[in-house]
Structures are given as C-alpha cells and as structure tokens.
C-alpha cells in the first residue's frame, strides 16, 4: 500500500491498498492496524535517519575534492554489508536523470513509481509486497535533496537543482516481521 499526502497521491494510494488488500485478504483497515507493519515503518524512518546523517557527515567532515572517496560510495559498501547479512536491502538511486554511476538509475516497477512520486514532491512513497514463504516485504522509499554546496563537486547537475528538491531517493526492502 501507498502513503502519500497529495489527492493523485490518495487515489494511488487507495489503488495499491485494494491491490495489497487483494493479496493478503485484508482490507485497507486492517493494514493501517498492522503492528508488524508499523514496527517495519518505524525501522525504515530509523535507518533513513542513520543512513543520510553519516552521508552528511562524512561529506561534511571528509570529502574535499573530487578524488576523495565519496559518502555515495561509503554508503554503498554500508549497504551491502547489511545486504550481505540478511539484515535489509537499501539502495541509492538517481532521480535527476543524470547519475554518476548508470546502475543507480531506478530499475523496477516501484522504484519507477517512487522516483515519479518523490520527484513531485512527495515525502514518502511504500509497497507492501510478497516476499519469500509467503512472507511480506515492506518497500519504501524517501528524497534525498542536495543538502550541501559540496554535493556539486562531483554531480554537476545538482547546480540548477531548486533547493529541497529531490535529486535522488534511498530505496528500501525489509521483511515484515
Ligand atoms: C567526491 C565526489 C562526490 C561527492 C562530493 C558527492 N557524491 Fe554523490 N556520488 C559519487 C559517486 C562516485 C557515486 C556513485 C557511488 C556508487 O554507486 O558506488 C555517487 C552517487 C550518488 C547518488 C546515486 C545516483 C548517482 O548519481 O549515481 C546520489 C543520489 C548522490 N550521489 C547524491 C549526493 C549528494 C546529495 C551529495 C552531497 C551530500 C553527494 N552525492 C556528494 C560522488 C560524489
């Protein structure tokens, strides 16, 4: 199901809650009512949090020109760390049309969907999937903005970027548990 705050955001929304209320025989009610999905939401808002307070930081306290190793990069080796270990699944993504590195371009459904939500200036963009067993999945996905001066030293296009406006999204995968 989706959570997103404008009216084209509602009625998507409503779609993707009949779409997983058709799925797992829940009604849009009893999913709002999920603790196990709420607890996986309040996860996602944690690691969100952890995730761009160090890229920040780093950027901040470690990246002065263009060949220092990036908090991009930092970030992903992060990711697959806790990819690797089963925790969850993260991605860095490019929704300005112009990445530095063409793997980060949006590759399925909902990171399409996700790009095109967050980019209008949504906050907040989730699925509920099917995961493995039977199991469900949470995906989620938040704006990233270009929150430092810095960021131009190595993405030249985020110079025109007004500001607040998403130029790229973490994109997460966690088990409802
Ligand atoms: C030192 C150079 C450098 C700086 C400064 C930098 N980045 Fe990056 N950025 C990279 C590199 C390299 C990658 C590709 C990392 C990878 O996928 O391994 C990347 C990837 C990204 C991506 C994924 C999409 C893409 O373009 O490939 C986003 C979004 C992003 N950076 C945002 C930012 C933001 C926001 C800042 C400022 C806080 C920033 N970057 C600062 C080098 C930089």
Request: hydrophobic share 40%.
């Amino acid at each position: 199901m989706s959570r997103r705050t404008s009216m084209g955001g509602v009625v998507g929304g409503l779609l993707l809650v009949l779409g997983a209320g058709a799925w797992w025989g829940a009604t849009a009610e009893d999913q709002t009512t999920d603790p196990a999905l709420e607890r996986t939401r309040r996860q996602v808002r944690m690691l969100d949090d952890l995730y761009k307070t160090a890229v920040v930081l780093i950027t901040d306290k470690y990246v002065h020109t263009e060949s220092d190793f990036s908090a991009g990069s930092a970030a992903n080796a992060l990711f697959a760390a806790m990819r690797k270990k089963g925790w969850h699944d993260v991605r860095l993504l490019d929704a300005s049309g112009q990445p530095f590195l063409e793997k980060n371009l949006p590759r399925d459904e909902f990171e399409k969907a996700a790009t095109k939500a967050l980019v209008g200036g949504e906050t907040y963009y989730e699925q509920v999937v099917k995961g493995d067993n039977g199991t469900r999945e949470l995906r989620a996905a938040t704006p990233v903005p270009v929150v430092s001066e810095k960021c131009t030293i190595c993405h030249d296009n985020y110079k025109d970027v007004p500001a607040g406006q998403a130029i790229g999204l973490l994109s997460y995968r966690l088990k409802v548990e």
